[in-house]
């Protein structure tokens, strides 16, 4: 049937898969997204206007049934896992991060002697974070307050820079006095009227969902310009169970629950995957056939492995004056001056430092303070206003046996396995989260906090997951090749975090965009060319 058949079916519309099906359709291909997820509306379904928003609006984003998003986790290291469901992805609750990877973080095996080289380089992806960048809006600083350790731009940032509130102001002094260089970071929240949406009106409920749809996320950015090309049919809460082959080796169809809960299949000339890099990893285990007994395009064996996130640890300190730190986006600036590999460090790579100062409102303080009554109230007064917090983005390095794999013995509301995520901190990985402790301290103490507190690091934390696909040249060393493809599998290609060969110490989100703005532009180029027939 002519509704179940399209060119391309895109699985996911987060960063990576709303981001293809916007530039797909504007290329006049017909495309299917199916989205395990609802469709949000920012001002109906985000409460963050409320008096009591910090009770109703953090259930948003939680499924009706929590089988849904069931998982399990192994390895000495209990594994957090977070994401959303939902038209935009994970996109629709994160911070809006949006920095580049550095010319280095594509050649770490060439410069430092660990993990593997990327078969692609920064200059290769520059346009395409600059394409995203302006599709966004992007905030950030330029000229002379520019970040002095970003890799090399073609363009300017499209908005200017969100100001430093007083928290950030009080670290900024802290980190001067160290020698460190407090930059205000890239954000994806205009700072000015961008495409038709609002400016940022600093409300600072941007993990909760933005109510006035300022922060960019692929909901109200590329899905809105997909869906006008009348090229794209977005399915919500469509679960995909298993990607068909042919007896020719090409992905032929897509089975998947709909909203009633009944299987469908529908057909397309190359399919996407774009789940993320938990999600994607396990449809591709799912997918089992007598071509790929191991799963589809696994001939290598890698799909699932090398997965990774990055190191975060958070801190937090007092300081006498208030400084109200939830005034304003979250975020209140980077330091990446231990960014790149330090030979005097006995650990290879480095982190990005920021003031993360959500949530630092009253419930949230309440809640965070033991103990009941009279003297309760009077800590929570006592720290109200008064606390700032500090988190990394730390570089964990590759490893094969941190993974997902598929849990047999537990199952999803739908009956599938669900993913067994294993990450397991190495030696360099233990080094660096003890350097990138002690930095949070002492930049704390040189801003003047009191009562410092350096939390354990909790696994999955980050909320920044990659790896399990990887990009290479070598189809025995890797899942798919430079432009996303999957070496077993023509018309299939990867379109989230999976690809990436190495973490970084930067928010992914804007490099799994630019990747996806890439990869759609090869797959245009293969239609082209009768690739896809």
Request: proline share 6%.
């Amino acid at each position: 049937m002519k509704e179940n058949t399209s060119d391309v079916i895109v699985i996911g519309s987060g960063a990576g898969g709303g981001v293809i099906a916007k530039e797909l359709a504007e290329a006049g291909l017909e495309v299917i997204v199916l989205e395990a997820g609802r469709r949000f509306d920012p001002y109906k379904d985000y409460p963050t206007n409320t008096i009591d928003f910090e009770v109703r609006a953090g259930n948003v984003f939680s499924p009706k049934d929590s089988r849904r998003d069931r998982y399990t986790s192994g390895g000495p290291n209990p594994f957090s896992y977070h994401r959303v469901k939902g038209v935009g992805g994970s996109t629709l609750c994160y911070h809006a991060m949006v920095p580049r990877l550095h010319e280095s973080d594509f050649r770490v095996r060439s410069e430092d002697g660990v993990a593997d080289d990327w078969p692609i380089s920064y200059a290769d992806l520059e346009p395409y974070y600059t394409r995203v960048e302006y599709e966004l809006g992007v905030s950030g600083p330029n000229g002379a307050d520019a970040n002095p350790f970003e890799p090399p731009r073609s363009k300017p940032y499209p908005t200017p820079a969100h100001g430093f509130n007083l928290a950030s102001r009080a670290v900024r002094r802290g980190a001067e006095k160290l020698g460190l260089h407090l930059v205000r970071e890239p954000l994806a929240i205009p700072t000015k009227d961008w495409n038709g949406r609002p400016a940022c009106n600093e409300a600072g409920t941007c993990r909760l969902g933005c109510r006035i749809s300022a922060k960019s996320s692929i909901d109200v950015t590329y899905i809105p310009k997909a869906e006008r090309t009348g090229h794209v049919s977005i399915r919500t809460e469509c679960m995909a169970r298993e990607i068909k082959v042919g007896p020719d080796g090409r992905a032929r169809s897509v089975i998947y629950f709909n909203q009633q809960g009944q299987e469908q299949e529908v057909f397309g000339r190359a399919i996407v995957v774009a789940g993320n890099a938990v999600e994607t990893a396990r449809l591709l285990l799912l997918s089992v056939s007598s071509l790929f007994p191991d799963g589809l395009a696994n001939s290598s064996g890698l799909v699932g492995k090398y997965f990774m996130e990055h190191l975060s640890v958070f801190s937090y300190g007092t300081f006498c004056e208030r400084l109200d730190p939830w005034r304003g986006v979250p975020t209140g600036g980077i330091i990446q001056d231990f960014y790149e590999t330090n030979p005097r460090h006995n650990f290879a790579r480095g982190f990005t430092i920021s003031v993360e100062n959500e949530p630092q409102w009253p419930l949230a303080t309440a809640l965070a303070i033991p103990g009941w009554g009279a003297e309760h109230k009077a800590r929570v007064r006592e720290s109200f206003g008064h606390m700032v917090g500090l988190a990394s983005d730390g570089e964990q390095l590759p490893a094969e046996h941190n993974k997902v794999k598929l849990d047999l013995a537990v199952k999803d509301i739908y009956g599938l396995p669900v993913p067994h995520i294993i990450n397991t901190h190495g030696t360099n990985d233990q080094e660096m989260i003890k350097a990138i402790s002690s930095k949070l301290r002492e930049i704390l103490e040189a801003s003047g906090a009191q009562n410092i507190a350096v939390n354990r690091i909790v696994a999955g934390a980050s909320s920044h997951y990659l790896g399990t696909c990887r990009m290479g040249d070598d189809p025995k060393k890797s899942v798919v090749d430079a432009w996303c493809r999957t070496h077993d599998v023509p018309n299939l290609f990867v379109g989230d975090g999976s690809v990436f060969v190495t973490g970084g110490a930067a928010n992914p989100a804007l490099t799994i965009s630019a990747l996806a703005t890439r990869t759609a532009e090869g797959i245009v180029e293969g239609f082209k060319r009768g690739e896809f027939p």
